[in-house]
């Protein structure tokens, strides 16, 4: 990361690499951070580090300076409650937290102390040059995820300066999918917009406010800021790229995006924090090209009893405290895919099925018929506890402004009654809102 911010401040010295609530930052101010910071990290004698800082440009400077010296370094998520920094911290292994927060029991150092040092002389480049990432949690306490930035930084080459993208940061930067963004922005010399929180109605604003190109964000996070769109009235976002990842996109979701920003060009990305890229899909259908399964490539798939596989050459060395992954090894992905024609269409996550009476019932289909129905803004299926079958079938469902709830539930039915009975949704909830973490749909049972 630190080779791509100093080609990016020779190139444009003066320009915005990053914009937030805070102020702007150019590529020049953000370099004198890189050099203070590193110096200072040298001087401690640093090894291993965690971020939790409030403006980007502040975690950017670190990622880079840790880069440049070889420290590893882990961005925890702003969320986390000052308990939880301490837990990540104990589990982690960190030997201290840079933020400015106040009240953690574990040992940390202030951003400020660390840029108010005089640059100096910085050792060689190391040989390795670890950082760690963290998986969401969604499914318990987070994992860390050990890489080497030289691995991570393999597709970057493809990248082509585009100094007037102005890319959303719509994940936060504990996510893999916020430290792609960082990546692609400064591998672009482009500028990065912040909004104040990764709320959709704030994302909304500084899409507006800042003039963004090019934002990329979950279906959920899509969904909301549809619903969001719809509710205020205000000016549609002037939007040259819209990118989905990190949730299984469906059909209706797309025909949604692409009508209402008719001028940009859709991408879906798949990925996890564990393959060390993503894999990008332009032709705006649902799912994978078929031909992903053919060999070579950076990324290579395979379906293994309904099971996605992957084997990436840039993928993690393993989880911290845990046994290296030996180089070359394929990966289960927990993704269940079914081949369809030319397509790969994913059918959801292995711990989402429902077992309904001895039957397998996906949801993400369902959800997608459902999602078609008019005024459904965002839905959601899942397994609610049966004592005569186990389980069956129920969806909630929040409303677009406008529509009546008995209208809707009438319709989802009419809409489920020629799939087959335990796919067929036996409860239909409202909601006024969905619970979400890093902008993803929480699964499993009701919220």
Not at 121 to 130: A, D, I, K, Q, V
Not at 182 to 206: C, E, M, N, Y
Request: overall charge negative.
């Amino acid at each position: 990361m630190y080779e791509l911010l100093d080609a990016a401040t020779r190139a444009r010295p003066d320009a915005v690499v990053v914009t937030s609530p805070g102020g702007q930052t150019t590529y020049a101010e953000l370099s004198a951070s890189v050099q203070a910071i590193a110096t200072a990290l040298v001087e401690r004698g640093e090894r291993r580090i965690a971020v939790l800082l409030t403006e980007p440009a502040e975690v950017l400077a670190v990622l880079a300076a840790c880069s440049r010296i070889g420290v590893e370094a882990c961005v925890y998520p702003l969320a986390a409650t000052d308990e939880a920094v301490d837990e990540m911290v104990r589990r982690f292994e960190h030997e201290v937290v840079v933020t400015d927060r106040t009240g953690l029991g574990s040992p940390v150092v202030a951003f400020g102390a660390l840029t108010s040092v005089a640059p100096g002389p910085l050792p060689e480049l190391p040989e390795s040059r670890p950082i760690m990432a963290m998986t969401t949690g969604t499914s318990g306490f987070p994992r860390g995820v050990r890489h080497e930035w030289d691995r991570l930084l393999r597709a970057v080459r493809k990248i082509k300066p585009a100094p007037d993208h102005r890319w959303l940061l719509a994940y936060g930067l504990n996510q893999f999918g916020g430290l792609q963004i960082l990546i692609h922005v400064l591998a672009a010399q482009a500028q990065l917009v912040a909004a104040t929180s990764f709320q959709p109605r704030d994302a909304l604003g500084a899409m507006r406010e800042s003039g963004v190109t090019h934002a990329s964000g979950t279906p959920t996070f899509w969904r909301f800021l549809l619903a969001e769109m719809a509710s205020d009235g205000g000016p549609v976002p002037g939007l040259r790229q819209v990118t989905l990842g990190g949730e299984a996109v469906p059909g209706a979701l797309l025909d949604r995006l692409r009508e209402r920003f008719p001028d940009a060009h859709l991408s879906q990305i798949y990925g996890a924090t564990e393959f060390g890229q993503n894999v990008t899909v332009r032709d705006g259908r649902p799912g994978l090209p078929i031909s992903m399964l053919e060999p070579g490539g950076d990324v290579q798939f395979k379906v293994t009893d309904g099971e996605l596989w992957v084997l990436s050459k840039a993928s993690m060395l393993g989880y911290h405290g845990e046994e290296a992954v030996p180089e070359g090894s394929w990966r289960a992905t927990g993704d269940l895919v079914e081949v369809v024609g030319d397509r790969i269409e994913f059918r959801g996550r292995k711990t989402d099925v429902v077992n309904v009476g001895g039957v397998k019932v996906h949801p993400i289909p369902v959800e997608d018929r459902v999602s078609k129905v008019a005024g459904v803004s965002l839905v959601r299926a899942y397994g609610r506890p049966n004592p005569m079958v186990g389980h069956v079938l129920a969806v909630e469902i929040v409303l677009e402004p406008g529509f009546e709830e008995s209208v809707v539930a009438r319709e989802v039915r009419e809409a489920c009654a020629d799939l087959p009975p335990p796919a067929r949704p036996r409860s239909i909830k409202f909601l006024e809102t969905m619970s979400t973490t890093g902008n993803k749909m929480l699964r499993g049972a009701a919220r």
